[in-house]
């Protein structure tokens, strides 16, 4: 999964950016990092298997230069940018910056930022209608681009339209930013952050104090504890946003469990098997026989894959099977 950082100047966004992925520096254009989902269930795997490797999950993170100022259009540079993660993660400013003549308006900076969305996916779109009115083009994905322009044109964004899966394969080539998922960070001043009530904003939407969880971020793991605790804070705001951002994008973690790697995988809700596979390797997926699944808790009941068999908690599963959080699977395959 990859999340994109961004947010108008003075926001904050690279310090939530260093928060968010502890190690990485920004500079430049574009910073990357990255971070490691924590997962329980693998841990209890590498237990039992002692794999060579033990591999979670992650998210990388890009750290997008900043716009132009609230309310202005996005540089080209930006756009571009934006279109090549997964996840767009806006990060509003809920602070006083000396360096800013303007106070700190979330309410505000949000709405024009979905409004630069909107706008940057109409001028696409707009041109794309008037190729295909020249071609008098005709077809589903006509209807389509049609049906995503009226919505613009309301001001809503994409991602509040029903467009089902095989409608956004045709739009994939124009990669649209308000079809994406939408991460609103809300990066609230130290002092502020015990009634704030931007803590309580709700779904989509996460609050985080920037320089307080960058410095979180430095220290050893065995410090953070105790300060998050003294700072009346349960985990660091990466936890959350990693929760946040699976929420969003639909996916849960199916595990994969041997003496070379245990893993997690991060799929799709709903995924059949056959599709899950694919996530492993697409000769997996294009040979796919069966999936022999069980549940990390009957394996740490039962102590060996072969006990599990014995005692009928290892099932096989069709190509159909609905794979669910937490299973761990064994994929047979012929290619």
Request: charged letters at 25%; aromatic letters at 6%.
């Amino acid at each position: 999964m990859r999340v994109g950082i961004c947010g108008f100047p003075g926001s904050g966004k690279s310090t939530v950016f260093a928060a968010l992925s502890p190690g990485a520096r920004a500079g430049g254009d574009v910073s990357f990092g990255n971070i490691k989902v924590p997962d329980t269930r693998v841990d209890r795997l590498a237990a039992i298997f002692h794999p060579k490797k033990t591999t979670y999950a992650e998210i990388n993170f890009v750290d997008v230069a900043g716009g132009g100022r609230a309310g202005g259009a996005f540089p080209p540079d930006v756009v571009q940018a934006m279109r090549n993660v997964d996840v767009i993660a806006h990060v509003v400013r809920a602070f006083d910056n000396p360096a800013l003549d303007r106070a700190p308006d979330p309410a505000r900076d949000v709405t024009a930022f979905e409004e630069e969305l909107v706008l940057t996916d109409h001028g696409v779109l707009e041109k794309v209608a008037s190729r295909w009115r020249k071609e008098v083009k005709k077809g589903p994905e006509v209807d389509l681009v049609a049906r995503c322009l009226a919505c613009l044109e309301d001001g809503r964004a994409l991602r509040t339209l029903e467009i089902g899966e095989e409608d956004r394969k045709h739009l994939t080539a124009v990669q649209l930013l308000s079809l994406r998922p939408l991460v609103t960070l809300y990066n609230i001043a130290e002092d502020a952050w015990a009634d704030s009530p931007l803590r309580q904003a709700g779904a989509g939407a996460f609050a985080l104090c920037g320089p307080l969880e960058a410095e979180i971020a430095q220290m050893p793991p065995e410090e953070q504890g105790e300060f998050l605790q003294g700072m009346g804070l349960g985990e660091p705001a990466r936890n959350g946003f990693i929760r946040t951002a699976y929420t969003l994008l639909d996916l849960i973690a199916m595990l994969t469990a041997g003496e070379d790697e245990c893993r997690a995988w991060p799929v799709r809700r709903g995924s059949n098997a056959r599709k899950a596979a694919g996530r492993i390797h697409s000769d997996i997926e294009r040979g796919f026989i069966r999936a022999e699944v069980y549940t990390v808790e009957d394996l740490e009941k039962h102590g060996t894959e072969s006990a599990l068999k014995t005692a009928g908690k290892l099932r096989v599963e069709g190509k159909e099977y609905v794979v669910q959080d937490g299973d761990v699977c064994h994929f047979r395959f012929n290619v």
